[in-house]
Nanobody, 121 residues
Framework: QVQLVESGGGLVQAGGSLRLSCAAS????????MGWYRQAPGKQRELVAV???????NYADSVKGRFTVSRDSAKNTVYLQMNSLKPEDTAVYYC???????????????WGQGTLVTVSS
């Protein structure tokens, strides 16, 4: 069974930085895309940033120029470097892996358990 394990959330002041990490455990052969979503209190979950296996990236307009997503495909790990954080970035951040293939089974997508990022003003 493949699971996503996240780390790196926490409390930071506005203008500060945090780096989130997410690693896929288990015998993974390939992952089509890995990235991050977030859900703020009272709001729907939204895309933050995603990177395909080929290296293409997609960012939410609200984080462009501040956040950077990167992958280490050999380690089945995705990172989210968050700079110039704002109070409105406060949310639970979820790691997502799409198109996960193992030797025995495939998954359309897998979600991490979420990690809380709180940005104080």
């Amino acid at each position: 069974q493949v699971q996503l394990v996240e780390s790196g959330g926490g409390l930071v002041q506005a203008g500060g930085s945090l780096r989130l990490s997410c690693a896929a455990s288990g015998s993974v052969d390939s992952i089509t895309a890995m990235g991050w979503y977030r859900q703020a209190p009272g709001k729907q979950r939204e895309l933050v940033a995603v990177q395909s296996r080929g290296g293409n990236t997609n960012y939410a307009d609200s984080v462009k120029g501040r956040f950077t997503v990167s992958r280490d495909s050999a380690k089945n790990t995705v990172y989210l470097q968050m700079n110039s954080l704002k109070p409105e970035d406060t949310a639970v951040y979820y790691c997502n892996a799409a198109g996960v293939v193992t030797k025995t089974v495939g998954y359309l997508e897998i979600w991490g358990q979420g990690t809380l990022v709180t940005v104080s003003s």
